[in-house]
């Protein structure tokens, strides 16, 4: 029996037996926190815990491992929960959604309502908005928050905004501004757009998803509804992709692979593209490559379908949640407060771990200060991803939504072909659906 199922037949069993899950912490019990370890490291965590201590006077034991499921998943099956967990969704083990499908994660809504530890700030006002209004975040479309999220990293148009000063242009708020410095880039034989490779629309496609209908129609096309792939919003969509792809840089489909992703990077770099899409690790990723003279990285949300619209940008981000087994949920909920506090957030930043906050910009520097302002300047959060299906043969969202565009970009296939695609195998993965 793999470790998902054994976690799921064990709360499934308790459950079954009438067992209490609620069970408040008697004062002065240890709370249990569990954090994966990543690239930031485990002595952050450490850290966070300290200062945690040190403001409730709560002790802290913690548990940090590259292979949390591994480390923590024997004692839960012996029906020893942590009280909280940081561990996002999308890992290959699944653990966090094996307890999402369960029903077996504590409610967070009232944390949102909690004052921050040490603070007079109230949680829900020091969370960027959208944060809170997402599936990942709210998985049962109950209207109520179960998962709270944890370090993000935005997603957006990357550009030389050097380059932009010399020539005078303004970043496009709009589509149809977008299409005219196309124009205007394309008179001084500059190409407006790129990509590194066609996996990098998945980000692109979810905030233009956004932008276009908001979060219901993102919900709805993610989910697979029948029909969604045939809506005004959906062709909107497809027409801004199959319109950019006239004006994309021509080598690009051909460098659009894994082992030469980096030259379609350098186009930006050398001011043969405007844009590409991409995320706040393409500065390490080119730090070393040679640029333009006057090269300055820029960032920009997606442009409004319409003038007066909203811009979005997607972004990735962790979660942290407390098991419906924990023993001291009090002490949870407190501590998961405590993790949107000014010091924690300050811990967190050392380690490059940005926490989803209102204004965390102006404690950041260079760069980071400006990708990770972009929500401070009006761009909203777009979240989310789409919904799992079993395994149909040859058929993936990749490959379906996303790959198609090297061929628009090399008129080898049409828009409504591509469309076609789309609809044909969303029936398909809506039928496969895993509930």
Not at 384 to 402: C, H, K, M, Q, Y
């Amino acid at each position: 029996m793999s470790m998902k199922k054994a976690i799921s037949f064990l709360l499934a069993a308790v459950m079954a037996a009438g067992s209490s899950v609620t069970a408040m912490a008697a004062e002065g019990d240890v709370l249990k926190v569990a954090a994966i370890e990543t690239a930031y490291g485990s002595e952050m965590w450490q850290e966070v815990c300290d200062a945690f201590t040190a403001q409730t006077g709560i002790e802290v034991e913690l548990i940090t491992d590259k292979n949390l499921e591994d480390v923590i998943g024997a004692s839960m099956k012996a029906g020893d929960f942590p009280d909280v967990i940081h561990l996002a969704t999308g890992r290959e083990d699944a653990l966090t959604e094996t307890f999402i499908k369960d029903q077996n994660i504590v409610d967070l809504t009232d944390v949102l309502s909690m004052t921050v530890p040490g603070e007079e700030a109230v949680v829900s006002d020091k969370i960027a908005g959208g944060f809170t209004e997402t599936s990942l975040t709210n998985p049962y479309g109950d209207g109520k928050t179960y998962l709270a999220p944890m370090f993000y990293s935005p997603c957006g148009l990357f550009y030389n905004a050097g380059l932009f000063e010399e020539k005078g242009w303004e970043i496009p708020a709009t589509w149809d501004e977008m299409w005219a410095l196309g124009d205007k880039a394309k008179e001084e034989g500059i190409s407006l757009f790129t990509y590194p490779t066609t996996g990098y629309f998945d980000a692109f496609f979810y905030a233009l998803m956004y932008s276009v209908g908001g979060p219901e129609f993102f919900n709805q096309a993610t989910n697979y509804a029948e029909g969604i792939w045939e809506t005004p919003e959906a062709q909107k969509c497809f027409d801004i992709v199959a319109k950019l792809a006239e004006y994309t840089e021509p080598t690009t489909p051909a460098q659009a692979n894994d082992q030469d992703f980096t030259k379609n990077q350098q186009l930006v770099l050398d001011n043969k593209a405007l844009f590409m899409p991409n995320g706040t690790w393409i500065v390490g990723e080119m730090a070393e490559a040679p640029r333009a003279e006057g090269f300055k990285w820029g960032m920009t949300a997606l442009p409004a379908v319409e003038e007066g619209g909203d811009g979005y940008s997607y972004t990735w981000f962790e979660q942290a949640w407390i098991p419906g087994g924990a023993q001291n949920q009090d002490g949870a909920k407190q501590f998961l407060a405590y993790l949107y506090s000014d010091a924690a957030c300050e811990i967190f930043a050392k380690a490059g771990a940005i926490q989803p906050v209102l204004n965390i910009s102006e404690k950041l520097e260079g760069d980071n200060q400006m990708f990770y302002g972009i929500y401070d300047s009006g761009a909203k959060a777009a979240m989310g991803n789409f919904a799992a299906f079993s395994p149909i043969e040859g058929l993936d969202n990749r490959t379906v939504w996303f790959d198609p565009v090297n061929s628009l970009v090399s008129g080898t296939m049409t828009e409504q072909e591509w469309i076609d695609g789309i609809i044909s195998a969303s029936d398909q993965m809506r039928a496969n659906l895993i509930q």
